[in-house]
């Protein structure tokens, strides 16, 4: 049953093809009240990434939807999107350095881990007999007003990782 300070989210995932991820993810909803509205979990399409998109609708109050993208997040689901409104904004950045060799993965991850922005799309480039150097061009959906703080994230990351950032593209917002 619905209660009058509950509302409609939707939250946007990406997840691995493997056994018990779908469930892993909706274990921190389920546990921090959200009430499942709806799951579209399309298999036979993919990510960017190689992983599976999946959208949840649930309903709760706003408070209680920050702690479940917390959770999530905390429990190493990717959150592509969290309701429109809270990733209003964008913003570009190019990487360039040993991508692969310091764990793409794990940079991404380490780009979310602010929580203020999601890796939204990006596209990786390397070039044969220039030992290990490419380049990513990582598009951040980031929460209106918190461009600041996720570029100082992408330096952060960047600087433990010794790669170069080229900050946001001109026309890109």
Request: aromatic share 2%; net charge negative.
């Amino acid at each position: 049953m619905s209660d009058a300070a509950d509302r409609a989210h939707t939250l946007r995932l990406e997840l691995v093809d493997e056994p018990g991820e779908l469930l892993r993810a909706l274990s921190p909803i389920a546990e921090n009240g959200g009430n499942l509205l709806s799951i579209f979990h399309e298999r036979g399409s993919l990510t960017p990434r190689g992983h599976i998109p999946v959208e949840v609708d649930l309903e709760c109050p706003p408070e209680r939807f920050d702690r479940i993208v917390a959770a999530l997040r905390e429990a190493g689901v990717t959150v592509i999107q969290a309701d429109a409104e809270r990733y209003g904004e964008a913003v570009t950045v190019l990487l360039v350095g040993d991508l692969v060799d310091t764990d793409l993965s794990d940079t991404l991850s380490e780009l979310e881990a602010c929580g203020t922005a999601s890796v939204a799309d990006f596209s990786l480039t390397t070039e044969e007999g220039t030992d290990g150097v490419s380049a990513a061009r990582v598009r951040l959906a980031i929460e209106s007003g918190s461009a600041e703080r996720a570029v100082e994230q992408v330096r952060g990351v960047a600087d433990a990782k010794d790669l170069v950032v080229v900050e946001p593209l001109v026309g890109e917002q």
